[in-house]
């Protein structure tokens, strides 16, 4: 399969869970049961992983990835993110290299990769699996040592999608907080449309803010 195939794929799989997201119920966050108590000293988080994808479809259906959108998103949605969470008492440092651990990191993404897919797909729909929604549990293995090494509390895993047609343009995130075991203690995914995207400052700040909405504050 060519890669412009591949890149048609994963837009048009992205594309269907977003349309999800944009008709989902109010409660668009999920939570682990034991979140509460799990969670209670989270003080400093690592960002993980911030993936951000940003499309133009051609009025010929050509989907092009904009690689410079990519860069611009993923900025605006780290400065926003830092922003949100500082606002509710939280520390949060982006990850930096190290060698001693990024074969684990590496692994620990690829595994959230299929995680994340499963999270949308049978908690939101459209394959929606009522008792997985209701007990919410997820993991992708211990990172304990990652924590240990970035001086951190919990995990945060960020992934965004930007995409533009004939002006229109439509994007979502999806933010997920991982405590020491790898479980994934709350998700949440929101969309935003006929705004600027995440290549906006403005309208990435204003959907971060609606994913964070939910999230309790440090003490809260």
């Not at 999800?20 to 509460?36: D, K, L, N, T």
């Not at 259906?61 to 400065?79: A, F, H, M, P, Y």
């Not at 992934?159 to 991982?178: M, N, P, Y």
């Amino acid at each position: 399969m060519s890669a412009k195939k591949k890149r048609i794929l994963l837009f048009l799989s992205c594309l269907s869970i977003s349309l999800v997201v944009f008709g989902c119920a109010p409660q668009a966050y999920r939570i682990h049961p034991e979140f509460e108590k799990r969670a209670r000293n989270f003080n400093t988080l690592g960002l993980m992983l911030c993936d951000v994808k940003a499309y133009e479809i051609t009025g010929l259906g050509v989907v092009e990835l904009r690689k410079g959108w990519c860069t611009t998103g993923k900025e605006n949605l780290v400065s926003a993110l830092v922003e949100g969470l500082r606002k509710k008492n939280y520390r949060i440092k982006p990850l930096a290299k190290d060698k001693e651990i990024e074969e684990e990191i590496a692994e620990i993404e690829a595994v959230y990769g299929a995680v994340n897919k499963s999270i949308q797909l049978h908690t939101y729909g459209p394959q929606l699996f009522p008792e997985k929604k209701k007990n919410f549990e997820y993991s992708l293995g211990s990172v304990e040592r990652i924590l240990q090494k970035s001086g951190t509390d919990s995990l945060v895993f960020v992934r965004g999608l930007d995409h533009v047609l004939k002006g229109k343009e439509e994007a979502f995130i999806s933010v997920a907080f991982v405590d020491s075991s790898g479980t994934i203690l709350w998700y949440c995914e929101k969309g935003i449309q006929g705004e600027g995207g995440l290549r906006d400052p403005e309208s990435a700040s204003k959907l971060v803010e609606n994913v964070l909405a939910s999230f309790p504050g440090v003490g809260g």
